[in-house]
């Protein structure tokens, strides 16, 4: 059942919790928009769409510290959670001072350094469904996620945090990247009025 903030299949960008606020105009040294949300839910695909419309950069943040450190499943069997988390907060407050799109890795927000970074930037959470995000994670390496029964209970403990930090929530169980990207668009140029 959808919590308040989430919307299903045909609607788009139900605001967050009442309450939360707009944040206006992004000043340059801070990011677009910062997308977070459950593993799987197209960040980086949708991040990466929403970046060439507005014509910015994309970060993805997990991209970075695999280019830095290697692949995040060898880091978590090798090193532990604990060192990846480390790279991660490093990785994430780099980006966050820059002025793009930045797509975060789905367990970034339980950083309470970052959960602070995020207050008063524009944060989107895409949301999908487990029926979507199931042949999405279908013999994936993401670590935490082992079938859908992991990441169902993975995203429901998370859920309460992601709600907490978004400033907009859109789906993307169903409708088109572009679709939604688009919308995602429009709603920032909004905000920047």
């Excluded at 997308?35 to 799987?40: D, E, F, K, T, Y």
């Amino acid at each position: 059942m959808p919590s308040p903030g989430v919307h299903g299949p045909g609607m788009h960008g139900a605001p967050a919790e009442p309450g939360s606020g707009v944040p206006g105009p992004v000043a340059p040294e801070h990011p677009v928009v910062v997308l977070i949300g459950a593993p799987a839910a197209g960040k980086t695909r949708l991040g990466k769409r929403i970046a060439k419309l507005l014509d910015v950069p994309f970060i993805d943040t997990d991209k970075r510290i695999i280019a830095e450190h290697g692949m995040i499943a060898s880091l978590f069997r090798d090193h532990g959670e604990a060192h990846f988390r480390a790279l991660e907060r490093a990785a994430v407050a780099s980006a966050l001072r820059e002025h793009a799109v930045v797509a975060l890795g789905g367990g970034a927000v339980l950083d309470e350094e970052t959960q602070r970074d995020l207050d008063g930037l524009r944060v989107v959470q895409l949301t999908v469904s487990p029926e979507a995000v199931e042949g999405r994670i279908a013999g994936d390496k993401r670590p935490l996620v082992n079938g859908i029964e992991a990441w169902t209970a993975l995203v429901e403990a998370r859920r309460p945090l992601y709600d907490r930090l978004t400033t907009r929530t859109f789906d993307t169980s169903h409708l088109p990247l572009d679709h939604i990207a688009a919308d995602v668009v429009g709603w920032i140029q909004e905000t920047d009025q």
